[in-house]
């Protein structure tokens, strides 16, 4: 079983839609909680950063995480074509600097 | 201004032969890293160094060697290389060591082709 789990997609909703996206971790440890967002043939991009449980709230952009079940999500509202890429979770323990990252789920926003 | 650059961006090579990527960061961060993307999309920490001392080293192949000069850049070299390498090969760097906030912003990528 791989430390952190995601649902690769493709992921399809029509521009206007919300979007669901969530990982899985297996590691209590864990403490820290991001989203990237990578386009296509480009590096990864800091979304969203969370460290306590609960929501957080940025713009359309929402990060999600229940460590009690181990769970984190990201919804984005009133998605764009523009917010089509590939949306990775990584996830830190409380020492050191090693991100743990997950398959990343595609997501195609259709206009 | 590019905050972490790679060169080449692209390196098409045949199996056996010896290459090196680089890479620069210019946001006078401590730490560097380099993680592969394999065709899935999964993206795995290889190394990382701090003030050029290396303080992650996951289970790479010995014929990966990483070179930091000074904390602005951290090369990759490979030797013997295999079809199993072709990936993409990211850099990255961050600020924090240790607890607390730790952004790590990406380079655009190495697509590294083995014929």
């Known amino acids: 079983q791989k430390e952190v789990e995601q649902d690769p997609g493709p992921l399809s909703v029509p521009e206007g839609a919300i979007v669901s996206l969530n990982c899985t971790y297996s590691?209590?440890?864990?403490?820290?909680f991001m989203w990237y967002r990578q386009y296509s043939r480009k590096g990864p991009e800091l979304l969203m950063y969370?460290?306590?449980?609960g929501n957080k709230e940025d713009g359309r952009f929402t990060a999600q995480v229940d460590k009690s079940s181990k769970y984190i999500s990201l919804f984005i509202r009133d998605s764009q074509p523009s917010d089509s890429a590939t949306y990775l979770c990584?996830?830190?323990?409380?020492?050191?600097?090693?991100?743990?990252f997950g398959g990343g789920t595609r997501v195609l926003v259709k206009p | 201004d590019t905050a972490v650059s790679q060169t080449p961006k692209y390196l098409v090579t045949q199996m056996g032969n010896d290459k090196s990527i680089k890479c620069e960061q210019n946001?006078?961060?401590?730490?560097m890293y380099w993680y592969k993307q394999d065709s899935k999309k999964f993206l795995k920490i290889m190394f990382s160094?701090?003030?050029?001392?290396?303080?992650i080293n996951e289970t790479v192949p010995n014929r990966f060697s990483p070179k930091s000069p000074d904390k602005a850049h951290l090369n990759l070299h490979i030797n013997s290389l295999e079809l199993g390498d072709s990936a993409v090969y990211f850099c990255?760097?961050?600020?924090?060591?240790?607890?607390?906030?730790?952004?790590?912003?990406f380079g655009a990528g190495t697509r590294l082709s083995v014929l």
């Open positions: 990584a996830i830190r323990g409380s020492a050191g600097n090693k991100l743990t």
């Open positions: 590691n209590s440890a864990f403490q820290y």
């Open positions: 969370t460290y306590s449980s």
């Open positions: 946001l006078g961060h401590d730490t």
């Open positions: 160094y701090n003030n050029k001392e290396l303080i």
């Open positions: 990255a760097s961050s600020q924090d060591v240790g607890t607390g906030k730790n952004i790590q912003y």
